[in-house]
């Protein structure tokens, strides 16, 4: 049985920095698809960053794209979101989630295996 837990989170003045932890049991990261997704009061799951399973290619959404890093430690089998300059407008519910396949996707609908969540709190 897969199983992933976020850890990290939490609250933040505007400029700072955070980094999200996201441990697999049950799934070997180096293999599939992993991504980070974010959810803001009463808005849709956004895509934030992915990481390929085989050669590790990231991809990441133009909102945080030169602030973000996505991440893998193969041997601790744990994904990484490395988060700089944090705005108020990053403030959300963090969601690590796997993909069944090793595909490049933005979709979360093509991810099957989801974290609990970490709250990141933005302040100005």
């Known amino acids: 049985q897969v199983q992933l837990v976020e850890s990290g989170g939490g609250l933040v003045q505007a400029g700072g920095s955070l980094t999200l932890s996201c441990a697999a049991s049950?799934?070997?990261?180096?293999?599939?698809?992993t991504g980070w997704f974010r959810q803001a009061p009463g808005r849709d799951r956004e895509f934030v960053a992915l990481?390929?399973?085989?050669?590790?290619?990231?991809t990441y959404a133009d909102s945080v794209k030169g602030r973000f890093t996505i991440s893998r430690e193969n041997a601790e089998n744990t994904v990484y979101l490395q988060m700089n300059s944090l705005k108020p407008e990053d403030t959300a519910v963090y969601y690590c989630?796997?993909?069944?396949?090793?595909?490049?996707?933005?979709?979360?609908?093509?991810?099957?295996?989801w974290g609990q969540g970490t709250q990141v709190t933005v302040s100005s």
């Open positions: 989630a796997g993909r069944a396949t090793d595909g490049i996707s933005y979709d979360s609908g093509e991810y099957v295996y």
């Open positions: 049950g799934r070997t990261f180096s293999r599939y698809t």
């Open positions: 990481i390929s399973g085989t050669f590790g290619d990231t």
